[in-house]
Nanobody, 117 residues
Framework: QVQLVESGGGLVQPGGSLRLSCAASGFTLDYYAIGWFRQAPGKEREGVSCISSSDGSTYYADSVKGRFTISRDNAKNTVYLQMNSLKPEDTAVYYC??????????WGQGTQVTVSS
């Protein structure tokens, strides 16, 4: 069974950090570009970051550039999103997907990130 599972979300104060994990089962992640997306209440889903399958090149949305870092550990079949200097506007459900366009691929169930004092 092909499955992606996100974890690592939670409640954090502004300025804090979290590391999200996207673990794959039933297939090998390193053959896929992996994207992180988020959706806040009442807002459209937006792409946050992406890492390629070939050369490990990365993409970041302007809103997270310099604060978030995407990486992959093929031995653990997992992709990470390190989130530093978190802001209240980062509050959302975060999803990973085997697609960076947001229009296809397999998706996880999401993990809630809440940034609040």
């Amino acid at each position: 069974q092909v499955q992606l599972v996100e974890s690592g979300g939670g409640l954090v104060q502004p300025g804090g950090s979290l590391r999200l994990s996207c673990a794959a089962s039933g297939f090998t992640l390193d053959y896929y570009a992996i994207g992180w997306f988020r959706q806040a209440p009442g807002k459209e889903r937006e792409g946050v970051s992406c890492i390629s399958s070939s050369d490990g090149s990365t993409y970041y949305a302007d809103s997270v550039k310099g604060r978030f870092t995407i990486s992959r550990d093929n031995a653990k079949n997992t992709v990470y999103l390190q989130m530093n200097s978190l802001k209240p506007e980062d509050t959302a459900v975060y999803y990973c997907a085997t697609d960076c366009s947001g229009s296809g691929g397999s998706w996880g169930q999401g993990t809630q990130v809440t940034v609040s004092s």
